[in-house]
């Protein structure tokens, strides 16, 4: 069945530092990759996504790839923003199956000043 | 984007009670509509998907009984909780897909019973 793998959090990084979080995943098809972040207290919003192989969505300074060689997805950012301290979820999506969202667990990342 | 509101955000009541959460697509149509539970730290745990004018599917070890969803019409899903417990306690979340296949969310309702 289709699944996604995140590294473990917390992350606590320093401001400006440089942010990767790592997303794989197992799917039937070709599937859609979106990353989602919560802050606290709130539900989800979408972040970015991309539809196909090679395609890099962004987003307030994020992206990601879509790398297929290696079925992975991860989140970048090049200097964060203590505003940008909330939960992130990769998550996958493939049409024709169950047609549900697949999340991974879910990485807290702390931006500190 | 497109935007999904749940209201209330926040509610208490009593064990023994019901509660109703509901879920707004504002400015799309959301033939399907999904509900999520959410322990603290932890992801999203699918609780059914909502078909527009049709019946809910659950989720394998959710109790339908319990978690009542009406989607009575493209922008409007409802949860209830019927007579809640404590357990039932959570953050509880709804999301809408539009016809290219995205889901949007709601901001979520905490539910505590007391």
């Known amino acids: 069945g289709n699944s996604v793998t995140q590294m473990e959090g917390p992350v606590t990084l320093s401001e400006e530092a440089f942010l990767t979080i790592n997303c794989t995943y197992t799917a039937t098809g070709y599937p859609s990759l979106f990353w989602y972040v919560q802050y606290p207290g709130e539900g989800l919003q979408l972040l970015l996504k991309a539809t196909k192989a090679d395609d890099k969505g962004s987003n307030k300074g994020f992206e990601a790839t879509y790398r297929k060689e290696t079925t992975s997805f991860h989140l970048e950012k090049g200097s964060v923003q203590v505003s940008d301290s909330a939960v992130y979820f990769c998550a996958l999506f493939t049409q024709g199956g169950s047609e549900k969202l697949v999340f991974g667990k879910g990485t807290k990342l702390t931006v500190n000043p | 984007g497109a935007v999904v509101s749940q209201h209330p955000s926040w509610v208490i009541c009593k064990s023994g009670t019901s509660v109703k959460i509901e879920c707004r697509s504002l400015d799309f149509q959301a033939t399907t509509m999904f509900w999520y539970r959410q322990f603290p730290k932890q992801s999203l745990m699918l609780m059914a998907t909502s078909n527009e004018g049709s019946k809910a599917t659950y989720e394998q070890g959710v109790e339908k009984d319990k978690f009542l969803i009406n989607h009575a019409s493209l922008t409007l899903s409802t949860l209830t909780v019927t007579s809640a417990h404590p357990e039932d306690s959570s953050f509880y979340i709804c999301?809408?897909?539009?016809?290219?296949?995205?889901?949007?969310f709601g901001p979520g309702t905490r539910l505590t019973v007391t």
């Open positions: 999301s809408g897909k539009t016809s290219s296949y995205e889901q949007y």
